[in-house]
């Protein structure tokens, strides 16, 4: 479940389950797998791949923002008291 996550270095974990049900929809007669199964799972692998960068890169943003604030609060603080 977590494969994927930790092979592309992800922070986040990749709800495996959410896309074997988007796949699960192209299963051909009796459950078989089918081209359009294994492709649409790729697809939808990419994707969730691709959101989940962009998101850890806002996060790593986010926490150089916060980072950067939490140092300037501090310059401000010590000013005010010397």
Same mark, same amino acid.
């Given at each position: ?5 930790? *092979?592309?270095? @992800? ?8 896309? =074997?049900?988007? %796949? ?9 797998? %089918?081209?359009?199964?294994?492709? +649409?799972?790729?697809?939808?692998? $990419?994707? @969730?791949?691709?959101? @989940? ?10 926490? @150089? ?6 140092? =300037?609060?501090?310059?401000? +603080?010590?000013? $005010? *008291? $010397?």
């Amino acid at each position: 479940m977590f494969a994927l996550s930790r *092979y592309f270095l @992800l922070s986040f974990e990749i709800p495996f389950n959410q896309i =074997q049900k988007i %796949t699960a929809r192209s299963s051909g007669p009796g459950g078989q797998k %089918t081209s359009s199964q294994i492709s +649409n799972y790729k697809i939808c692998a $990419d994707k @969730l791949k691709h959101i @989940l960068e962009e998101a850890e890169i806002k996060k790593y943003k986010d926490n @150089l923002i916060n980072q950067k604030k939490k140092r =300037q609060q501090r310059k401000f +603080n010590k000013r $005010d *008291y $010397d």
